[in-house]
Antibody
Framework: QVQLVESGGGVVQPGGSLRLSCAAS????????MHWVRQAPGKGLEWVAF????????YYADSVKGRFTVSRDNSKNTLYLLMNSLRPEDTAVYYC?????????????WGQGNLVTVSS | EIVMTQSPATLSVSPGDTATLSCRAS??????LAWYHQKPGQAPRLLIY???TRATGIPARFSGSGSGTEFTLTISSLQSEDFAVYYC??????????FGQGTKVEIK
C-alpha cells in the first residue's frame, strides 16, 4: 500500500531554514508528480509546491516562491522541501502528497504530516 | 487563480440523517473537482474525484454531483466516523491548486 512518511520538522527561528523529507513506498515513485500541502493551526489546506515525476518542472504558491525549493531523488524514493527565510506565518503541518496523474492531478494519497513551527 | 467557496461553514446533522455540502468555483472547472475529508488530528483523505467518482474504499453513502461552477457532496445516513471537515479542491487550472475553506460537519 502507498505510504508517505514525512520527517525533518521542528522549531526554527524566523529567518532560519529547514528541510523536510518524505519517504515514499508502495508505488513507483519515479512515475508520479508530488506535492507539498500545508495547514496552519486551526486553518484550512494550502497547496505549497509541486514537482513533476522527473523533476523537470516545479511550481510554487506565491506565498513561498523564492524561499522554498522542492526537489526529489528518484533513486531514493524521496521528496524534499527546502524552506529558507522562514516566517511565523509558515508555521503549519506540512503534508507530502502524491498526485494522481499529469492529466488528473488531484491528490490521491497523503502523508501523516510534519509540524513546522517558526518562532523566536 | 480559481477561488473555491464552500457553504455552509458548519453543518449540524443528526446521526442517520443526510448532509448536503456545497462548493462553488469562481470560474468553470468542468468536472475537475475533488472532495476530501479530514478527521481531527489526521491527514486529509480523498473521497471523490472527477466531481462524482468515489475513491477506492469510500462507501456508497458518499456521492458527488455537479459540473462547471456548482458542486454538491451528499452524505446519506451519517455515521459517527463521518463527522469531520470536508474540503473541495479544483485541479482544472493549475498552478495553484486551490481548496475551499472547508465545511465542518458536526453532531447535532
Amino acid at each position: 500500500q502507498v505510504q508517505l512518511v514525512e520527517s525533518g520538522g521542528g522549531v526554527v527561528q524566523p529567518g532560519g531554514s529547514l528541510r523536510l523529507s518524505c519517504a515514499a513506498s508502495g508505488f513507483t515513485f519515479s512515475g508520479y508528480g508530488m506535492h507539498w500541502v500545508r495547514q496552519a493551526p486551526g486553518k484550512g489546506l494550502e497547496w505549497v509546491a509541486f514537482i513533476r515525476y522527473d523533476g523537470s518542472n516545479k511550481y510554487y504558491a506565491d506565498s513561498v516562491k523564492g524561499r522554498f525549493t522542492v526537489s526529489r531523488d528518484n533513486s531514493k524514493n524521496t521528496l524534499y522541501l527546502l524552506m529558507n527565510s522562514l516566517r511565523p506565518e509558515d508555521t503549519a503541518v506540512y503534508y507530502c502528497v502524491k498526485g494522481h496523474s499529469s492529466s488528473w492531478n488531484y491528490f490521491d494519497y497523503w502523508g501523516q504530516g510534519n509540524l513546522v513551527t517558526v518562532s523566536s | 487563480e480559481i477561488v473555491m467557496t464552500q457553504s455552509p461553514a458548519t453543518l449540524s446533522v443528526s446521526p442517520g440523517d443526510t448532509a448536503t455540502l456545497s462548493c462553488r468555483a469562481s470560474q468553470s472547472v468542468s468536472s475537475n473537482l475533488a472532495w476530501y475529508h479530514q478527521k481531527p488530528g489526521q491527514a486529509p483523505r480523498l473521497l471523490i474525484y472527477g466531481a462524482s467518482t468515489r475513491a477506492t474504499g469510500i462507501p456508497a453513502r458518499f456521492s458527488g454531483s455537479g459540473s462547471g461552477t456548482e458542486f454538491t457532496l451528499t452524505i446519506s445516513s451519517l455515521q459517527s466516523e463521518d463527522f469531520a471537515v470536508y474540503y473541495c479542491q479544483q485541479y482544472k487550472n493549475w498552478p495553484p491548486w486551490t481548496f475551499g475553506q472547508g465545511t465542518k460537519v458536526e453532531i447535532k
